[in-house]
């Protein structure tokens, strides 16, 4: 090779180096081949989004529209979004429809991380209810939608006794609260209001009937009372030796409003009946075929024998099932459940009236005996009939 042809071989040489340096800012190698794979990737991922969403919202329905069959309250309608929950119907009580609502909130579904709660929000859109299960006519609501109108829902639950509500004015609500809080029993240790006022002229008698609300609380050891659709209602759990005091006071003739369902708990009642139907249940257990909730013949006496006994107990009976710890949580839950409704059927064949009893199951979650041993185990699978509390 002559001089001159080195030479000009070394000038390209030195011309490339110079060109990719200049041009060397990116990355020296990309893996293109890489591309369909990330694109599939993302497609993957954009349809497991809308699946995964369809997916969840399908639990929470399930979830809900399974708590509201648990309950017994046919008046109610479900409507979800995502993880929204939203009921509507005619509740026959305000309590009714409020223990619906936080069944709802705290109700539990199996996920592949174990159990949860799949619902995020849930409200209510309630109307007054036509008829009561219970009675000919006359209806509770919750509390309406009408800003307009007076009314509230007080409870005593614990030491704790809650004013909410809408008052007419500020003179009726600082009535209402130093009626709560003036010679309140040594129970009650605190007084919440959160009562709104609507800036009104207070309707001839409302404020009798809010003090009467009050009043019929302090002497009760949990309840609520309410007045709603012009309806003064109250639930009341207390001694037996007050149940007439207090019934006296909530049935008098009102000026505003008229007197809607009284319901008195006697504590001694309760606790006999609890008793009663808890001797019967554990003397003879209700049995059901392996894993199922078919409920085995030969148990139809007992079922007989607890129908009348729940017939003579007062207020509104919860039927809960209860499984050991044997299987997945979901699995219990569901035929703790299952198993509940069950006997709530045959309570209802038996002549207990529907409105009167709800049903509930906890799985494994409340044991009574040690999960290691069989007669533990045998003593967590169990039926158990228990009243529904007044503050519940």
């Given at each position: 090779?002559?001089?001159?042809?080195?030479?000009?071989?070394?000038?390209?040489?030195?011309?490339?180096?110079?060109?990719?340096?200049?041009?060397?800012?990116?990355?020296?190698?990309?893996?293109?081949?890489?591309?369909?794979?990330?694109?599939?990737?993302?497609?993957?991922?954009?349809?497991?989004?809308?699946?995964?969403?369809?997916?969840?919202?399908?639990?929470?329905?399930?979830?809900?529209?399974?708590?509201?069959?648990?309950?017994?309250?046919?008046?109610?309608?479900?409507?979800?979004?995502?993880?929204?929950?939203?009921?509507?119907?005619?509740?026959?009580?305000?309590?009714?429809?409020?223990?619906?609502?936080?069944?709802?909130?705290?109700?539990?579904?199996?996920?592949?991380?174990?159990?949860?709660?799949?619902?995020?929000?849930?409200?209510?859109?309630?109307?007054?209810?036509?008829?009561?299960?219970?009675?000919?006519?006359?209806?509770?609501?919750?509390?309406?939608?009408?800003?307009?109108?007076?009314?509230?829902?007080?409870?005593?639950?614990?030491?704790?006794?809650?004013?909410?509500?809408?008052?007419?004015?500020?003179?009726?609500?600082?009535?209402?609260?130093?009626?709560?809080?003036?010679?309140?029993?040594?129970?009650?240790?605190?007084?919440?209001?959160?009562?709104?006022t609507i800036g009104i002229a207070p309707p001839e008698g409302f404020r009798e009937v809010a003090l009467r609300g009050v009043e019929a609380l302090?002497?009760?050891?949990?309840?609520?009372?309410?007045?709603?659709?012009?309806?003064?209602?109250?639930?009341?759990?207390?001694?037996?030796?007050?149940?007439?005091?207090?019934?006296?006071?909530?049935?008098?003739?009102?000026?505003?409003?008229?007197?809607?369902?009284?319901?008195?708990?006697?504590?001694?009642?309760?606790?006999?009946?609890?008793?009663?139907?808890?001797?019967?249940?554990?003397?003879?257990?209700?049995?059901?075929?392996?894993?199922?909730?078919?409920?085995?013949?030969?148990?139809?006496?007992?079922?007989?024998?607890?129908?009348?006994?729940?017939?003579?107990?007062?207020?509104?009976?919860?039927?809960?099932?209860?499984?050991?710890?044997?299987?997945?949580?979901?699995?219990?839950?569901?035929?703790?459940?299952?198993?509940?409704?069950?006997?709530?059927?045959?309570?209802?064949?038996?002549?207990?009236?529907?409105?009167?009893?709800?049903?509930?199951?906890?799985?494994?979650?409340?044991?009574?005996?040690?999960?290691?041993?069989?007669?533990?185990?045998?003593?967590?699978?169990?039926?158990?009939?228990?009243?529904?509390?007044?503050?519940?």
């Open positions: 090779m002559s001089l001159r042809s080195e030479v000009s071989a070394e000038k390209v040489a030195r011309s490339v180096r110079r060109f990719r340096a200049a041009s060397g800012d990116g990355l020296p190698f990309f893996p293109y081949g890489l591309l369909p794979l990330i694109g599939l990737v993302l497609l993957t991922l954009t349809a497991w989004s809308g699946f995964a969403h369809h997916s969840i919202e399908n639990v929470v329905r399930r979830t809900a529209e399974q708590t509201i069959r648990d309950a017994g309250a046919e008046w109610a309608n479900v409507d979800v979004s995502g993880q929204w929950v939203t009921v509507a119907g005619e509740p026959p009580t305000p309590e009714a429809g409020e223990r619906l609502l936080n069944s709802i909130r705290t109700a539990r579904a199996p996920t592949w991380l174990g159990l949860a709660r799949p619902a995020t929000r849930v409200s209510g859109t309630f109307s007054a209810a036509s008829v009561r299960p219970d009675q000919a006519s006359g209806s509770t609501p919750l509390l309406s939608a009408d800003s307009d109108t007076p009314e509230y829902l007080f409870r005593l639950s614990g030491a704790k006794l809650t004013l909410d509500g809408r008052v007419p004015d500020i003179a009726t609500r600082d009535a209402v609260i130093e009626a709560a809080n003036t010679n309140r029993p040594p129970r009650i240790e605190l007084v919440e209001s959160n009562l709104d302090k002497l009760c050891n949990s309840g609520t009372a309410s007045l709603t659709a012009l309806n003064f209602d109250l639930r009341c759990e207390l001694p037996e030796s007050e149940a007439e005091r207090v019934r006296t006071l909530a049935n008098a003739p009102l000026t505003y409003g008229s007197v809607g369902e009284i319901q008195i708990l006697a504590q001694e009642v309760v606790e006999t009946c609890e008793e009663e139907l808890a001797r019967l249940l554990e003397a003879s257990r209700i049995e059901f075929d392996p894993g199922s909730d078919r409920i085995a013949s030969s148990k139809a006496a007992l079922l007989d024998l607890t129908a009348r006994a729940a017939a003579d107990c007062p207020g509104t009976l919860r039927v809960e099932g209860h499984t050991d710890n044997t299987g997945s949580a979901g699995i219990n839950e569901s035929l703790s459940r299952r198993r509940a409704e069950a006997v709530r059927a045959a309570l209802i064949q038996r002549g207990v009236t529907p409105a009167r009893i709800i049903a509930a199951g906890y799985g494994s979650a409340q044991p009574l005996g040690d999960n290691a041993t069989e007669d533990g185990r045998a003593m967590n699978r169990r039926i158990e009939i228990r009243i529904v509390r007044a503050d519940e």
